[in-house]
């Protein structure tokens, strides 16, 4: 029930963005692949999905000292992905609004969907963990 719930309410919702640019460019007469592809909608998503993954280890139960350090762990995974994505998000508004490249463009939408798909990895190793138990 959990997993189902996690996929619904957060993986779907959470990809919105990502499906809804890609079905409009999908219909628009001269489309070009950089309208199918955002790299902050990529980061919106990964970010969405610790910051779940992180509220549900706020209401894990502790029944031991392993159970403990596992939850410590996960919490800082979680947040060592978000410090990453915020840093990638903050490079990628910059280069948007001004003429400044802080790094690379093609860099910058690799390391995007990159860690997009690692949060989403973890989150669900993290929601398949939590709905054993």
Do not use: H
């Not at 809804?20 to 980061?43: C, E, G, H, P």
């Not at 690799?110 to 138990?133: H, N, P, R």
């Amino acid at each position: 029930m959990k997993k189902r719930n996690w996929i619904y309410y957060t993986a779907i919702v959470g990809a919105l963005p990502i499906i809804i640019r890609a079905l409009t460019a999908l219909f628009m007469i001269n489309s070009t692949w950089k309208m199918y592809f955002s790299a902050i909608d990529f980061v919106f998503f990964g970010l969405t999905l610790n910051l779940s993954n992180i509220n549900e280890m706020i209401n894990m139960k502790e029944n031991d000292e392993n159970s403990k350090k596992e939850k410590l762990s996960k919490q800082f995974w979680s947040i060592l992905i978000l410090i990453f994505l915020s840093i990638n998000l903050g490079c990628l508004y910059v280069a948007e609004n001004s003429n400044v490249q802080i790094l690379n463009p093609i860099a910058l939408n690799i390391t995007s969907v990159l860690l997009c798909f690692l949060s989403l990895g973890f989150s669900y190793k993290l929601i398949v963990k939590l709905s054993t138990v």
